[in-house]
């Protein structure tokens, strides 16, 4: 019996020195990164912060405390110089914006006190309504993904299938009404080679042209893989889609449609 319980309490010690062998051994999980990079894992050991991704809710509240809204949130990650945002561009995370914060009040992701900034990026948008108060004019370079397109005329009230929303201002909804003639624009004089810009992309998202009389996808400045996808048009009173002569290098648009619907149903204005 005393021999039983002497090997017992021996497999214990040993164990619990092999344990601690484990424990001394293991690296240290010590993340170095910048604000919003995602942690990954480096083969030379240990963890990493990676510029590959770029989680914009962490720059709601990155100047000095002053309340921003998702544009901002963009334009500041794109503008960034410490850490200083990847020349060869990155994926902007959006998605965990939410709320109030999805209302622009100044200016668009790529342009803010008339200063324009152009960055490749893929910028990944929330489900919600995203309410802006001037055209989108996408940079070289640029794709703007959402989470789901839907015509809200016929989109059920008690509907829980996700989709991004972008929604032209009025007085309404915004402190001013829209100023522009289009809602999302493919580049301008800022592409690289004067009106010739590529990749641009618009794809899985709702234009709501809250009954106004704006075009809802002008692309007149971008060729080579540049297309929009999945986008449903919903009171938009001008043109839908405009490509003229120019962009005749662009990818095909598909999956496009469009609902000049005149009015808003109850619970979706």
Not at 56 to 64: E, I, T, Y
Not at 224 to 232: G, I, P, Q
Request: include cysteine.
């Amino acid at each position: 019996m005393r021999n039983t319980k002497n090997r017992a309490v021996t497999y214990l010690s040993l164990a619990a020195t092999f344990m601690g062998c484990i424990l001394t051994l293991a690296p240290s999980a010590t993340a170095q990164g910048n604000q919003g990079n995602n942690d990954v894992y480096s083969s030379a050991g240990g963890e990493t912060g990676s510029a590959a991704f770029i989680d914009a809710l962490l720059f709601l509240q990155s100047k000095g405390g002053t309340a921003l809204d998702i544009c901002d949130a963009i334009y500041t990650v794109l503008t960034s110089t410490n850490p200083t945002y990847p020349q060869a561009g990155a994926v902007i995370d959006t998605r965990g914006i939410s709320g109030s914060n999805l209302t622009c009040t100044k200016g668009t992701p790529w342009s803010e006190n008339n200063v324009y900034v152009s960055k490749p990026s893929t910028i990944l948008l929330p489900a919600g309504v995203i309410s802006i108060p001037t055209t989108w004019i996408l940079p070289n370079s640029t794709r703007v993904i959402g989470e789901g397109s839907t015509n809200p005329y016929t989109l059920p009230s008690t509907a829980t299938q996700p989709q991004t929303i972008i929604q032209a201002c009025t007085s309404n909804t915004c402190t001013n009404g829209f100023s522009g003639s289009t809602m999302i624009q493919f580049g301008d004089s800022h592409c690289p080679n004067p009106g010739f810009c590529t990749r641009l992309t618009l794809e899985d998202v709702t234009l709501n042209g809250s009954g106004l009389g704006i075009n809802g996808i002008v692309n007149a400045n971008s060729q080579e893989l540049s297309y929009a996808e999945n986008v449903v048009m919903y009171q938009v009173l001008g043109i839908g889609l405009q490509i003229p002569g120019s962009a005749e290098n662009s990818r095909q648009y598909s999956n496009i449609a469009y609902d000049g619907a005149p009015a808003i149903p109850a619970g979706l204005s």
